[in-house]
T-cell receptor, first 111, second 114 residues
Framework: DQQVKQNSPSLSVQEGRISILNCDYT??????FLWYKKYPAEGPTFLIS?????DKNEDGRFTVFLNKSAKHLSLHIVPSQPGDSAVYFC??????????FGEGTQLTVNP | ETGVTQSPTHLIKTRGQQVTLRCSSQ?????VSWYQQALGQGPQFIFQ???????GRGNFPPRFSGLQFPNYSSELNVNALELDDSALYLC?????????????FGPGTRLTVL
């Protein structure tokens, strides 16, 4: 029962262009969504989050969009930089409880 | 201020053995959560400890157990190891009832079961 899905295992973009990572969920009780970045041999690090009462949240080059009717969220990175190359996980929670993660998307930003 | 640390970094065990993994939480954090990340998958919640008691559990059998100590550090114990227990085990520390974006992960322990 995969409640959070990231259907693209990998994504490759050119430096300076936009990276768009997608995530779908099935549990309508999720009310808080987060994106994490993970480098090899390190734990996931928090990137950006969004509450279900919003449809957009921005932090510098990172923007998360939430479409509740479609149960879909996306992370936009503009402009993409080679240092952004990592595995990106989306995660969801209900009322601040445990995190439910997607499978991750490997982003590669080519110089 | 030290971050979340885990030990050991790597571990190899054989099927049927028992293993103990350790996690030191970030300074000031009183809650520890454990996650299992199998190869090619996202982390899956095992359980959380707060005030030295289990405070929520995911879909893992009872052979996965844990402890939290008065200094908020934590252990994850797995008995009767199975091949499918091979994974990266992550712990995350936080302050109870604070936002999840204030939860910090350690680098993980890579467990291989042969």
């Amino acid at each position: 029962d995969q409640q959070v899905k990231q259907n693209s295992p990998s994504l490759s973009v050119q430096e300076g262009r936009i990276s768009i990572l997608n995530c779908d969920y099935t549990n309508s009780m999720f009310d808080y969504f987060l994106w994490y970045k993970k480098y090899p041999a390190e734990g996931p690090t928090f990137l950006i989050s969004i509450s279900s009462i919003k449809d957009k949240n921005e932090d510098g080059r990172f923007t998360v969009f939430l479409n509740k009717s479609a149960k879909h969220l996306s992370l936009h990175i503009v402009p993409s930089q080679p240092g952004d190359s990592a595995v990106y996980f989306c995660a969801a929670s209900t009322s601040g409880s445990r995190l439910t993660f997607g499978e991750g998307t490997q982003l590669t930003v080519n110089p | 201020e030290t971050g979340v640390t885990q030990s050991p970094t790597h571990l190899i065990k054989t099927r049927g053995q028992q293993v103990t993994l350790r996690c030191s939480s970030q300074s000031g954090h009183n809650t520890v959560s454990w996650y299992q990340q199998a190869l090619g998958q996202g982390p899956q919640f095992i359980f959380q400890y707060y005030r030295e008691e289990e405070n929520g559990r995911g879909n893992f059998p009872p052979r996965f157990s844990g402890l939290q100590f008065p200094n908020y550090s934590s252990e994850l114990n797995v008995n009767a190891l199975e091949l499918d227990d091979s994974a990266l085990y992550l712990c995350a520390s936080s302050i109870h009832n604070r936002d999840l974006n204030e939860q910090f992960f350690g680098p993980g322990t890579r467990l291989t079961v042969l």
